[in-house]
């Protein structure tokens, strides 16, 4: 079966304050599958991901989700933002920002309730973060806070998950069990869009890429999209590893097979 674009951008050029970051970008993104932004730092990966959640609005062009604007189906995605974004000394409990997660958006008046309490706990123990759960998030480590803002997200839900980075500065374990949980959600037919900056591992658990230098490089299935043109364009001179990558990806190209089209 084909899969239906989930994300549909079009002549997309945004940025800060008049200054383009990233420029007329088209591709789409297929529904159900793991899909990678990629790109060197400053290659406007972040402002992409603003763009897509609606953070900032764009000079020219759009960028739709279920061939919407993104506020018409904002109950239907959830966010894991880059680590420098968030304030860490802001005063809450593990607890209190998995439930975050559970207020649906624009409706402040909501209460929260039993239900609630009980899915943020569920995300805890998946996350396996259940034992910290009134802990200040100000005392976290890196990984820990990085499994706090995933369940916090899973605990909306969402058909559609975004994450910047959320490997960056995380322990062996916390990557371990956040890259797991996040197989498990596309097993179960959710979509993620991941900013990320490892090229070597994204070989191995992306399906889908898309490669930006502030323009769009190259979109489509890792396998296809990973050859030495795109990957030069995209990262320019700074190229010690992409030899590595290619091997990898020409190597062994039974590895970026949908996981959902093997037999276990
Ligand atoms: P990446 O995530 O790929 O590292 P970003 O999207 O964060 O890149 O940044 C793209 C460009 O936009 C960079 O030149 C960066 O300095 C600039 N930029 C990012 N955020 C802001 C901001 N809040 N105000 C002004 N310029 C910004
Ligand atoms: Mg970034």
Redo the contacts with the bound molecule.
Sequence with gaps: MESKPIVDVHNLTAGYRRRPAIWNLDFQIQEGKFTGILGPNGSG??TLLKCLLGQITPYTGYAHLWGQNVDKVRHRIAYVP?KESVDWNFPATVMDVVLMGRYRPGRFWQRLGKKDKEAALYWLEQTGMNHLANRQIGQLSGGQRQRVFLARALAREPSLLFL??PFAGVDAGSAERILHMLKLLIEQGKSIVM?HHDLVSAGKILDNAILLNTRLVASGPVSEVFNHENLSATYGSDLSILSDVIDLVTRNPGRFKDPRNQKS
């Design positions: 990966k972040s880059q910047d980075e900013v």
